[in-house]
């Protein structure tokens, strides 16, 4: 079993619709739980940070944490055609090196 | 705003040669990342750096692998003798405490021959 899993997608929606973006892991000692967004040949860039279990809001952008179901969601409202992108979940243990694992990446289209 | 900037972009080298990829993380920060990703596949961590020391090393980073922090602003990545498999883009990342944000650089593309 991979320690995180996501769907690769594509994912292909039309502007404006509500995006729903979901990882699985299987280490229930994971505590920090990350959403970046990675355009073509750049680097990740970090959207979400999330300590834990609960809901965290920023603007459009509502993330997700179920440790009893090793589930985390990245909702996206209001889709726009500049947020298609890959969208890669991560998380980490709380060790000193603070190693991050990343699951494979959902790539998303949003259809103007 | 800062942020963490990588040369070269773009490197193509021999197998077998060593390569140095750079990095200049954000002034203020205190911990240092490298992650790959080889082409269609996840973001890899490979190691962890503070304090003039490594914290933290995933079994992808063996003994063809350094780090090092040269002066006050570079932060290096080196592969003594690099093979077929180390294709890939390489990403540097810095953050200002180990759980805070990590910032990543746009990344040097590294292509073995």
């Known amino acids: 079993q991979k320690e995180v899993e996501q769907d690769p997608g594509p994912l292909s929606v039309p502007e404006g619709a509500i995006v729903s973006l979901n990882c699985t892991y299987s280490?229930?000692?994971?505590?920090?739980f990350m959403w970046y967004r990675q355009y073509s040949r750049k680097g990740p860039e970090l959207l979400m940070y999330t300590y834990s279990s609960g809901n965290k809001e920023d603007g459009r952008f509502t993330a997700q944490v179920d440790k009893s179901s090793k589930y985390i969601s990245l909702f996206i409202r209001d889709s726009q055609p500049s947020d298609s992108a890959t969208y890669l979940c991560a998380m980490s243990l709380n060790t000193g090196g603070f190693k991050t694992i990343f699951g494979a990446g959902t790539r998303l289209f949003v259809k103007a | 705003e800062p942020e963490v900037t990588q040369t070269p972009s773009h490197q193509v080298t021999q197998m077998g040669q060593e390569v140095i990829l750079r990095c200049v993380p954000i002034s203020n920060h205190l911990y240092f990342y490298w992650y790959r990703q080889i082409l269609g596949q996840k973001v890899e961590f490979l190691v962890s750096?503070?304090?003039?020391?490594?914290?933290?090393k995933s079994e992808i980073f063996d003994d063809q692998f350094s780090v090092e922090r040269p002066d006050g602003s570079n932060f290096t990545l080196k592969i003594r003798s690099t093979k077929l498999e180390d294709s890939a883009m390489y990403f540097c990342?810095?953050?200002?405490?180990?759980?805070?944000?990590?910032?990543f650089g746009p990344g040097t593309r590294l292509l073995v021959l």
């Open positions: 990342a810095s953050s200002e405490q180990v759980q805070e944000t990590q910032y």
């Open positions: 750096f503070y304090n003039n020391e490594i914290s933290e």
């Open positions: 280490n229930s000692a994971f505590q920090y």
